[in-house]
């Protein structure tokens, strides 16, 4: 299990630790190129999507996923800069399964972290999108990252319930829309 602390201690104690180490980036990129037939730019972009993970990288560039996260991320960025309303922008996220854009979005705070604690940082989850990012991340203080990171995450965790979608996209736009707003 890649979770094996849930597991009782008493079927834990039974089992092997066998520990399989992540592919180096540069084997991960020459054999998704390989497999997939896409350009370079592309498979970088998708495989820093996948946080490194190969399988999950090609699966993004099967589904054609990155046009999808970037529209999807334009649209945030529409919100932050006040050319957009977060009802509107929830009903436009909703017609897509939200695992993924909240996924992304976290992804974004993460990023916007990142770059307040340096203007380079090794590791983005979107680098293609660090120009754009970059100035939001100026504006606004770490308190106000961390209540973003608090919203999306807490919407991530209950996405598998009952909870009504729209409603709980539109607060997390709301609240990105305050916090970006405010700063």
């Given at each position: 299990?890649?979770?094996?602390?849930?597991?009782?201690?008493?079927?834990?104690?039974?089992c092997?630790?066998?520990?399989?180490?992540?592919?180096?980036?540069?084997?991960?990129?020459?054999?998704?190129?390989?497999?997939t037939?896409?350009?370079?730019?592309?498979?970088k972009?998708?495989l820093?999507?996948?946080?490194?993970?190969?399988?999950?990288?090609?699966?993004?560039?099967?589904q054609?996923?990155?046009?999808?996260?970037?529209?999807?991320?334009?649209?945030?960025?529409d919100?932050?800069?006040?050319r957009?309303?977060?009802?509107?922008?929830?009903?436009?996220?909703?017609?897509?399964?939200?695992?993924?854009?909240l996924?992304?979005?976290?992804?974004?705070?993460m990023?916007?972290?990142?770059?307040?604690?340096?203007?380079?940082?090794?590791?983005?989850?979107?680098?293609?999108?660090?120009?754009?990012?970059?100035?939001?991340?100026?504006?606004?203080?770490?308190?106000?990252?961390?209540?973003?990171?608090?919203?999306?995450?807490?919407?991530?965790?209950?996405?598998?319930?009952t909870?009504?979608?729209?409603?709980?996209?539109?607060?997390?736009?709301?609240?990105?829309?305050?916090?970006?707003?405010?700063?």
């Amino acid at each position: 299990s890649h979770r094996a602390g849930r597991l009782l201690a008493t079927i834990r104690s039974r089992c092997q630790s066998v520990r399989f180490p992540t592919v180096r980036s540069g084997e991960a990129l020459a054999w998704l190129i390989r497999q997939t037939k896409n350009s370079e730019a592309q498979v970088k972009s998708s495989l820093s999507l996948a946080q490194g993970a190969p399988l999950l990288a090609a699966d993004f560039l099967r589904q054609d996923v990155l046009p999808l996260r970037d529209k999807l991320l334009a649209s945030a960025l529409d919100l932050v800069s006040g050319r957009s309303e977060p009802i509107q922008l929830a009903s436009a996220w909703l017609k897509t399964d939200l695992r993924q854009p909240l996924y992304w979005l976290s992804g974004v705070v993460m990023d916007l972290w990142r770059l307040q604690v340096s203007a380079n940082p090794p590791h983005l989850c979107h680098p293609e999108w660090r120009q754009k990012l970059a100035p939001v991340a100026g504006r606004l203080s770490m308190k106000s990252v961390l209540r973003l990171s608090m919203e999306v995450n807490a919407a991530m965790q209950v996405l598998h319930t009952t909870v009504n979608s729209q409603m709980l996209l539109e607060n997390i736009f709301i609240q990105f829309s305050k916090v970006c707003n405010r700063a």
